[in-house]
């Protein structure tokens, strides 16, 4: 990290970000500016820039940008009454610039700021890895989502809640889904690093960096894609909204563990239900032919079931 020091009412610092091999000389010059109400933070941010080795890659060799500049923004700033309230960052790729909100983290899908810096930075090397051709929201979305992270238990909860729920159940309803609510922003999110990992699975772990090549090349996106992957960009959507989304979705669902147990807790419960009413209905019959005493009215009627 290096100080490059203050400019006038703003704090900027600067960091240097190695290129993906350890040998090359530092590629990327990080600049953190913020108001010094946020100096602390900015601090903070420089000294703790994300190792972007995974984002690099994941877009293969693709050129760098020379310099970005990290803005730290407060809630009533004019970039922060501007943006909506659900917005804890973005990247404005054509001037290698990044805003942040510190006091809107976290939210879904980056959870704290190394994070969310993480997948700014991403969308900012994927468009210089596309040569600066705008691609689908989602395709942009998923590789910065997967770029800043792993694939967390939230991640598997949303996404199930997506599929499972009323969410999106085509690419241009995810691309759509971005521009909506806070709740469908997530879901599309969400659905995006599914689609971006399924995509990788099926079409192997330089995927993403072929079809970016053949993109700054001047593909169209859907020609790229499909060259790349062998499969024209419908059938891979009809793919992931059909079998992927069964198989990993409703399969694991049916026949995991937590299913099993519900499932033998909801028979046993049944059974004990059907035990005490048999045992009620043959007790009433003794009652009336033999004259046994009833239980005590204060004697909880399931006591006998208990085992502990
Ligand atoms: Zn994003």
Excluded: C
Excluded at 155 to 182: K, M, Y
Excluded at 187 to 215: E, F, M, N, P, T
Aim: charge should be neutral; glycine fraction near 8%.
């Amino acid at each position: 990290m290096t100080r490059v020091g203050s400019v006038t009412r703003w704090l900027a610092v600067g960091a240097l970000l190695a290129g993906a091999a350890a040998a090359q000389p530092p590629a990327m010059r990080i600049e953190v500016e913020a108001p010094p109400t946020l100096a602390g933070v900015a601090t903070r941010v420089a000294a703790e820039v994300p190792d972007l080795q995974g984002v690099q890659a994941l877009l293969g060799d693709a050129p760098l940008p020379a310099r970005v500049r990290v803005v730290l923004a407060e809630q009533d700033s004019p970039e922060g009454r501007s943006a909506p309230t659900w917005v804890s960052g973005y990247a404005l790729p054509a001037i290698d610039t990044i805003v942040l909100f510190p006091a809107r983290v976290p939210a879904y899908p980056d959870r704290n700021l190394p994070t969310l810096l993480a997948h700014e930075l991403a969308h900012l090397l994927v468009d210089h890895a596309a040569g600066g051709h705008r691609m689908p929201r989602w395709f942009e979305e998923g590789v910065a989502t997967v770029a800043a992270r792993e694939w967390g238990l939230e991640d598997s909860a949303r996404f199930a809640a997506a599929v499972i729920g009323p969410g999106p159940g085509t690419l241009r309803a995810v691309d759509e889904g971005f521009v909506r609510d806070a709740g469908q922003v997530a879901r599309s999110y969400a659905l995006s690093s599914a689609l971006v990992r399924h995509l990788l699975r099926r079409s192997g772990k330089d995927a993403i960096a072929r079809i970016l090549a053949r993109v700054r090349q001047g593909e169209p996106f859907d020609v790229a894609f499909e060259r790349t992957s062998g499969l024209p960009l419908g059938s891979f959507e009809q793919d992931f909204f059909g079998r992927e989304v069964f198989w990993r979705t409703w399969v694991p669902f049916l026949s995991g563990s937590a299913a099993l147990w519900m499932l033998i807790t909801a028979l046993a419960l049944l059974a004990i239900w059907r035990r005490r009413r048999l045992d009620a209905a043959q007790r009433a019959a003794w009652e009336a032919e033999e004259g046994v005493p009833a239980l005590p009215p204060d004697e909880p009627p399931d006591r006998r079931e208990w085992v502990h």
